[in-house]
DNA sequence: CCGCGATCCTGGGGGC
DNA sequence: TGCCCCCAGGATCGCG
């Protein structure tokens, strides 16, 4: 479930057990994710220390005492999963002990991390498009992963002159145009149809069309329901820790998202599902104009 | 430069 | 129980 609020919940849970701590140990289990680990991986993780934690669009980033950063890219079905010390942890159904032999050796754990926290983190992704790498620190903002990324979606900057400015003349449809990191960088497809129904637009309308003052609500809307759900996703978190140890899950109630046939929240019509680009919009087509 | 579909993967769920 | 098809929170590539 990784957008902008679950990669930041993520982030948060790995501060503790990462930032300012070193790596004891790491290892890779399988070396066919999509993008594969460069050389030598595991090496150029182990002994170092992790001086800050940072996240840039879907991106987490772990700034490393040997000038590299480790990126860390959780796809569509990433997951990162933190056993503190000793204790009990709950794994999905499972229940495991830190010490046991069974973590990150499950189906398809591919990254283990110790740091002297203590703690393990273990990086499962069944889909593999997820990815690891290290880049140095200092061209970090020139590889070709960041270059191209537009505005943070929780920037000061970006408001409804920037917004305004970037959808001039564009011809795609919003909903689209959302999604583009390089126009704004951290919306997914989840928080996309939720901005888009707060603000009350069609995700049909191209963005070149949409009136200045909805661009205005559409601004206003994206942050909020982003800020919003950061706060789920991260007292959701702080129940997980206790119970689980698990990151990465966050339960919320969305108002249009997979709710194809049931009323509309403000209850004026049904919410529809369509397909654009290939992937599910759901909509108000009476609030969404 | 554009919009769009296909593609990379695995697994879960529904229909038959 | 099994098979087949569709679907999934992302991002890139190549086509017309």
């Given at each position: 479930?990784?957008?902008l ?27 066919d ?7 030598d ?20 980033l ?15 079905s990433?997951r ?21 032999d ?20 273990v990086f ?31 920037a000061?900057?970006?408001?409804a002159?920037?917004?305004a ?22 919306l ?11 603000a ?9 069309k ?17 800020r919003?759900a ?7 978190l ?7 140890g ?44």
């Amino acid at each position: 479930m990784p957008e902008l609020p679950e990669v930041e919940t993520v982030k948060a849970g790995l501060q503790p057990v990462l930032e300012q701590h070193r790596i004891t140990h790491a290892e890779t289990r399988r070396g066919d994710l999509r993008v594969p680990f460069p050389n030598d991986f595991a090496g150029r993780l182990t002994g170092r220390r992790i001086e800050h934690l940072r996240r840039r669009a879907k991106y987490i980033l772990a700034d490393l005492d040997s000038g590299e950063t480790l990126v860390i890219h959780l796809g569509m079905s990433g997951r990162m999963t933190v056993y503190a010390s000793g204790a009990k942890k709950k794994l999905g159904n499972y229940v495991h002990d830190m010490n046991e032999d069974g973590i990150g050796k499950y189906k398809h754990d591919h990254v283990v991390i110790d740091t002297d926290a203590p703690a393990r983190i273990v990086f499962n992704d069944h889909r593999r498009f997820g990815l690891m790498l290290l880049i140095d620190t200092a061209a970090l903002e020139e590889h070709k992963l960041f270059k191209g990324l537009g505005i943070e979606a929780l920037a000061p900057d970006f408001d409804a002159a920037y917004l305004a400015k970037a959808f001039k003349g564009k011809k795609t449809p919003v909903k689209a145009a959302l999604l583009d990191q390089r126009v704004i960088a951290g919306l997914g497809n989840i928080y996309v149809c939720e901005a888009l129904f707060r603000a009350g637009i069609s995700p049909k309308r191209l963005a070149g069309k949409v009136r200045s003052e909805k661009i205005a609500a559409l601004v206003t809307a994206i942050k909020q329901v982003l800020r919003e759900a950061i706060k789920a996703g991260g007292s959701s978190l702080r129940d997980h820790r206790q119970a689980t140890g698990e990151l990465g899950y966050f339960q919320k109630r969305f108002a249009v998202y997979d709710r194809e046939g049931e009323p509309c929240p403000h209850g004026h019509g049904t919410i529809k599902r369509i397909v654009q680009s290939g992937r599910s919009t759901f909509y108000c087509p009476s609030c969404q104009r």
